[in-house]
């Protein structure tokens, strides 16, 4: 296992299109979380898993966000009739309580123009 | 929610010398503080963190100390290194870290040749 994978890397989009990521946590971590990042701020909390449950959504989620995780397995986060201030990090993030801490993904690179 | 604050956002230090960052959180029921390094476009990496019934860990030229009463940790870097310089976040958690990260604002930590 190399790890947590989220592909595409980075996204370039246009005002209002919707853009689909993909992450895929270590097979052995029940729990995969979604995080934002903007230039020069912390990770903010979105949302996250235990296998196909999403437990917890953070208010930062808008109606034009939503994520699934339908097998337990990979996650995806959508955000439909994207907004220049989409623009960030999206960061994803597995764990598991066998093995506490994080393992974090590359991310992927939102620009809206 | 948890509230975690770190200080301070910059720090510069003479190669050699030690860094300190230190942050504060608000939520007591928090009992895992991991910290991270963030070098620019990179994806963040645990160095090292602790759990709430312990006081002090150190892992090399690392250490960090915990004061549950005071709600505040603090990283500590001695001997420092030009690679050293990134920017380095603090956060808490519950659950021994799984559950969300609330994340600090960062420090960017620059060392001086």
């Known amino acids: 296992d190399t790890g947590v994978s989220q592909d595409p890397r980075h996204k370039i989009t246009k005002r209002g299109q919707n853009v689909t990521f993909r992450c895929d946590p270590i097979?052995?971590?029940?729990?995969l979380y979604w995080y934002r990042q903007t230039l020069g701020q912390g990770p903010e909390f979105l949302t996250y898993f235990q296998n196909e449950a999403q437990l917890e959504k953070s208010r930062l989620l808008s109606d034009r966000f939503s994520a699934e995780r339908p097998k337990g397995s990979f996650s995806t986060l959508e955000i439909q009739r994207t907004e220049q201030g989409d623009s960030a990090m999206y960061l994803c993030?597995?764990?598991?309580?066998?093995?506490?801490?994080?393992?974090f993904g590359s991310g992927t690179r939102l620009t809206v123009v | 929610g948890e509230n975690v604050e770190q200080h301070p956002s910059t720090l510069s230090v003479q190669e050699g010398d030690s860094a300190v960052i230190k942050c504060t959180y608000s939520d007591s029921a928090s009992n895992y503080f991991p910290w991270y390094k963030q070098e620019l476009g990179k994806r963040p990496q645990l160095i090292i963190d602790i759990r709430s019934n312990v006081g002090e860990k150190k892992d090399q030229r690392i250490a960090v100390t915990l004061n549950k009463t005071a709600k505040h940790f603090s990283l500590h870097i001695t001997e420092t290194q030009p690679e050293d310089s990134a920017v380095y976040f603090c956060?808490?958690?519950?659950?021994?870290?799984?559950?969300?990260?609330?994340f600090g604002t960062g420090t960017r930590l620059t060392i001086i040749p």
């Open positions: 097979s052995e971590h029940n729990r």
């Open positions: 956060a808490a958690s519950n659950d021994f870290g799984n559950e969300k990260l609330t």
């Open positions: 993030a597995s764990s598991s309580r066998s093995n506490y801490g994080y393992t």
